[in-house]
């Protein structure tokens, strides 16, 4: 299958297809030899992300200033899209999110503190909000952060938390005061490693995205200087995730068509090998209306992504763009991916087989993030 | 609803922006009140088209050589759209891929010839190439032209053809040899005003589209010039009917997402205004999370829309672009067309309301210009 | 297709077998011929149902005492049948629910009065609930009725009233007090012939359903006797209403899995005959699978429709097991003519083929009798 | 959720209800509790179907002097929904197969040679049909069975077989003979007890179904008597494979419909109880609607089951209606589940929730059994 042309809008530049071959190159022979490995094992091996540091390819999109590659998020999108076809867990999606709270509310102190060494991968991130109690609706977040002398003292669980095991640094929601509405939460900074009090508790058994650490985390009287507080001032976390999200949204939009069109790859090349009843599997009349259903939805899926990551970069994807993306890419991933391992036989079912694997990992893109539901209600406040 | 915004492709441009405000208020003002008497005779007065061509709305594409208005395909594709919004039959679909016909293989004597009047309305184009036994497989066709001296006797019959009642030119599939394959079809241009031999059928009664005049056409021994072969070779139909599909699919996708659209604001309006059990009907979440879902499609399919036609014009869209435009967004026309009719309960099957007609209207969107089923035929041939 | 077996019920007994071949019969021969006629001019003549009076096919289930046959429910469900796989006009479904209205509620005055004439076929009943703002929502019902002497003075309009043009018996749903909930509101028996005040409004156009009048009804200072208060109370229309309405969304279950036996039928008759591209139109696997998807979805539904007669019968019909049925049957009604029509090609769309009229018919049975939305929200409420 | 009514069919008697309450309190009391065990290991520990066998409810509907308890077809289909339910690994599927197959072809000798011990559970017994490159078309099996002397000696691979890891007795598909069609296969029965040549390969490490052991099998030179050729005559596996299809069918969607109702219980509970923005789960009306509508799928699928098992006990369950029930509701089964784990948020993707795992061992049930593609192929055969 030849991929479809779309229209050549100006993110998609020389630099950026140099990139993402470089990136493929290193990740075909860097990180996916590992999967297997860490899908048994259940998380990344911390170190590796050093190494994608070292490339550069960790955070590309900061600037050399705060230890980036100096290019844009386009960049950062290309790596999700390379480590997701490579079924290399997407640990950075959270790492770069991370990223962007300290780069667009940290005071300067904490952009120098932090920010270079993620760039380098020293510290790996992870972003707690989810609670067992409070997902989709943060105003329900109880883990507290209780201002005492000039630092906190927390309290709470986080459940959830994906690179929960394996980060050092962890941005937690919490609630500074009993206001409502978003006004009484926080965002505080942690680096774990060898935080008193603090405690990472089961690495949980997904059902896919195995090789991806997903971890509750607890806090008892935990402390941390006030410097942590992100931004320094209390009751700003609302509007802190809040204007992240196109954003966050998009890193999914970007997994949902790398792996789509991934996957339509592997059921071209297993259909048209694979033989019943004297033909390819291809050849059958249903396979192939099927398959050129999918390969339309990847084509759309494709000029829809492209489109939105140029409204990123020129800073002006809105917010509803951005919860369509995420819903509609997730929900097609899907079906897409239902489809296609179909026509896998009883392969498709095999954890050894990608298409299976990918197939699993794709359900969780419709709940993380946000939720379909969640989407919905969103945009249609907008209409 | 504000509408979301796309990446600014080269074609969007102020010229076509204005060219849209024109057309909008020309159509409105001098072609929509018509519309309701239009769909009870079953037909557009004639005389219609004199008025949009007087406009240079008609064949807007054209050079000014031949009458045209020295635009491009985008311009043609924006009077599709305004068109289709406002319910206008869009007999401008086929005129104008009968109009490039013409241009593309058309000797120079047959351009000068027809282009000019095509252009002015004076000659409104159908295209027959359907047969009551022959539709998705042209191979089918049996209306044959015989070389008789210098010209050719035509014998056989249409049948659902687009302006098939009022049309004065007619681009006609004829069988010229026996030779297997595309080899023996043949494209000829009949003037229809007194010629004899040629009667139109019946206007074939639709559960839609009730405004577009769809007969059955009849030949019994028509004489034509040979000058009025296309291109002045015989044999070349196949080729030529495949290099317009491109384009022609287009014409349904724009339509597609222009209703879409329209049916959107329809149900938003009428949603919102509606009171049932103390709240309004866009109130229940019911109705928010599935026009959201409805708003969502819309939104990717102007994107992938805006893509196609960047690159029609520039001469980049591949074939199974195109295929997937068509049976994609025809498909999901109806469905959004479906879900937007039911919220407004029993007034949604009245056919004085236009979202009940327009969801009549889209279901042959599935069917004409290359069934869906062809489309995806066609498009796994690419896969 | 030879139909595929289901378990026998006790219901299926020899006498309906019987009943139904009379019924088909009769139908075929006395009232299919009229129908296109019907369809033209909007509704059924009146005097047809005499006709069927005579036959004792109107109000079969209706004990010989009120002038029925003697039979049972299943006896009009095989009726509705019928009559819906040969395209006739429905009218008896809300004939026979007044009815039972009537036969429940009515004192024996008004059972003597009313039903052996409805029998006969004398009087075609229609109710008349909804007005142009509340149709889900009958709270929302103003049409009054104000007590003045012995009698009512009735003030209001109706809208979307099956039969509301050639109704001789109305059963009118009115406001008697402004109590809140359904205490204010009740049900009223009107005789129509010549009565002053009373007022049949357009027979609305539609775009199915060609052959049935529903019309606007209005009503100003009408005066009835307080006799024609059904069961001589006021304030127990929501209660006469809900006791019927297992029966009442029956009549649509069954009407669905008819059109839909029907729709299969012609479908396949259509495809195995149609040739494109040297096979038949059923031989591609598409159709094949697809067809082989509504066959099953036929199955099934009659299977489960069987189920529901039976509880019908025995008085063990749970109301959310009808409301099921209703939204259900509905749904898979529309998806299963949706995707015969495809098969048609061209000719699909066209009103003289049944399968472009029954699809267009078939779009209403997701609105009226209740909203599937609203069967949902009901249906959620047993959960 | 009170579950509704069905009409009480005959094969629903006393005896069965009591059957299923004796068998659900001995499957949560004894087999439940270890199932977590069973998927981290990757089957269930043989002895446990001699528990099952002692109960009598191994193979409950073999007459007493084979071993069984004199019950029916339904005793057994009782047993399925009840492990299904419960999630103990369904591996009595094959095994009452393969039971049936040598009751129904078997010779005197070789029934009682084997159906005792198999109704003890002293033999637990698998199924090998497919190999690696044969499923669907099983003309394509490759494992030779050759006459030599008295016996036949085997070679070749089998893959995807269920019990295979576990299984003491296999009914093996083997070629006999070069004839084309099913002519050249036929079903030998092997005790692996100890068998040279005989080797289990991998068990393969599946999305789902995790307690169940699905293994690669070899054959190296494997002999066996020819008394254990099943019925004595070669050249007969099409006709005896065939001939228990809808039986077979009939094991995989009464487990759909008992994983469905399970499925609807869990989320039930869990959205009733699970709290966001101040209100439950279930009050969200998406929530309710969309329950409402697997609801409506599952009693509608229950009756439709109900109707074929009791046609399956008469002995008039004609192949077509068991393909479209295995397609139906499997088909259906995943689009459920998919509903469900959704309600469930970030929970529907952990492994360590019921949902999660219902949801993952779904998706085979569209694959095995002859995939869904290859039961529309049969139903097309038949309209
Ligand atoms: C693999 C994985 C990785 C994750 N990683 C992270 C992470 O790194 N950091 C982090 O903080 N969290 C993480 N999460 C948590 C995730 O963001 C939440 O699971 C998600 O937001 C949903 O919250 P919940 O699970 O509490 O579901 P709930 O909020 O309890 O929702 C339950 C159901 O109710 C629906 N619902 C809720 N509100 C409405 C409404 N108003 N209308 C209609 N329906 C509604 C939801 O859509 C859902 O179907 C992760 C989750 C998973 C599974
Ligand atoms: C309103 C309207 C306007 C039209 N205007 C014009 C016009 O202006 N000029 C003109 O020439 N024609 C016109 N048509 C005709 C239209 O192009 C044809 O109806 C269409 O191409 C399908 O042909 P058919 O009707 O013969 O269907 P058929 O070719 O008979 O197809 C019947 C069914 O078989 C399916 N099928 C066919 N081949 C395959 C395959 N290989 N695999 C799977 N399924 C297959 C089709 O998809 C369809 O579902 C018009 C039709 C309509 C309804
Ligand atoms: C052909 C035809 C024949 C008819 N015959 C009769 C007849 O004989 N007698 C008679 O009395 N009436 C009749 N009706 C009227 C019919 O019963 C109503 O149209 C129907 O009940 C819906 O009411 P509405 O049109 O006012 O829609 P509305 O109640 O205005 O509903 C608009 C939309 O809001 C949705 N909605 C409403 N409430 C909710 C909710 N709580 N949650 C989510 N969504 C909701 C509805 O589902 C619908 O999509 C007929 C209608 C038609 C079209
Ligand atoms: C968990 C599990 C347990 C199993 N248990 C057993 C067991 O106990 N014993 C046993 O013998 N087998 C067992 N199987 C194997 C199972 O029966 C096969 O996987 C299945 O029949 C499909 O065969 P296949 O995998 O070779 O797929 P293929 O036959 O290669 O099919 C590949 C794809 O082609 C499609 N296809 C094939 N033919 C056509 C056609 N004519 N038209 C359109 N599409 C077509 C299929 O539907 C499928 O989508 C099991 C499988 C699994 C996953």
Redesign the interface.
């Known amino acids: 299958?030849?991929p479809?042309?779309?229209?050549r809008?100006p993110w998609m530049t020389e630099d950026i297809a140099m990139f993402r071959d470089a990136a493929r190159r290193f990740i075909e022979g860097e990180l996916a030899p590992h999967c297997e490995r860490w899908r048994k094992q259940g998380f990344v091996d911390r170190e590796v992300w050093r190494k994608v540091g070292e490339m550069g390819m960790l955070l590309p999109e900061l600037a050399e200033e705060w230890g980036g590659a100096g290019g844009n998020l386009a960049h950062q999108l290309v790596m999700v899209e390379e480590l997701g076809r490579t079924e290399v867990p997407v640990s950075t999606s959270v790492h770069t999110i991370a990223a962007h709270y300290i780069l667009d509310y940290g005071t300067d102190e904490q952009k120098r503190r932090w920010l270079p060494k993620m760039a380098r991968g020293e510290l790996l991130a992870g972003i707690a909000m989810?609670e067992p109690?409070a997902?989709?609706?943060l105003?329900?977040i109880r883990t507290r952060a209780v201002r005492e002398g000039d630092g906190y003292v927390i309290n709470g669980a986080k459940?959830?938390i994906t690179n929960g095991a394996t980060a050092h640094l962890l941005v937690v929601v919490v609630r500074t005061s009993a206001e409502k509405g978003g006004k009484g939460l926080s965002l505080i900074v942690l680096e774990t490693e060898g935080l008193a009090g603090f405690r990472v508790g089961r690495i949980?058994?997904?059902?896919?995205q195995k090789g991806s650490d997903t971890a509750e985390l607890f806090f008892d009287d935990v402390r941390v200087p006030a410097a942590n507080l992100l931004g320094g001032a209390e009751g700003q976390a609302f509007a802190q995730l809040m204007s992240q999200l196109p954003y966050e949204r998009m890193l999914l939009a970007v997994l949902a068509i790398a792996v789509i069109e991934r996957a339509l790859e592997l059921t071209?090349d297993y259909t048209k090998a694979r033989?019943?009843?004297g033909q390819t599997v291809?050849d059958?009349?249903?396979t192939?209306?099927k398959?050129?259903?999918c390969?339309?939805?990847a084509?759309?899926?494709r000029?829809?992504v492209?489109?939105c990551i140029?409204?990123l970069l020129?800073g002006?994807l809105?917010a509803?763009?951005a919860y369509?993306a995420k819903?509609?890419c997730s929900e097609q991933q899907?079906k897409v991916l239902?489809e296609c391992?179909?026509f896998f036989?009883?392969y498709?079912?095999?954890?050894?087989y990608p298409i299976?694997?990918l197939?699993?990992d794709a359900?969780?893109q419709?709940?993380?993030g946000g939720?379909?539901?969640i989407?919905?209600?969103l945009?249609?406040r907008?209409?």
Chains 1, 2, 3, 4 share one sequence.
């Not at 479809?4 to 229209?7: A, I, R």
């Not at 498709?348 to 050894?352: A, K, Q, T």
């Open positions: 299958m030849i479809l042309q779309t229209t809008l989810t109690d997902g989709s609706d105003q329900g459940t959830f949980l058994d997904k059902i896919g071209l033989k019943a009843f291809f059958f009349q249903n192939r209306h398959l050129a259903e390969a339309t939805t084509h759309v899926m000029v829809f492209n489109d140029q409204r020129d002006r809105d509803t763009a369509m819903s509609w899907c239902d391992l179909q036989g009883g498709g079912y095999m954890s050894e299976a694997r197939w699993a359900r969780v419709k709940i993380y939720t379909n539901e989407m919905k209600e945009i249609a907008a209409l």
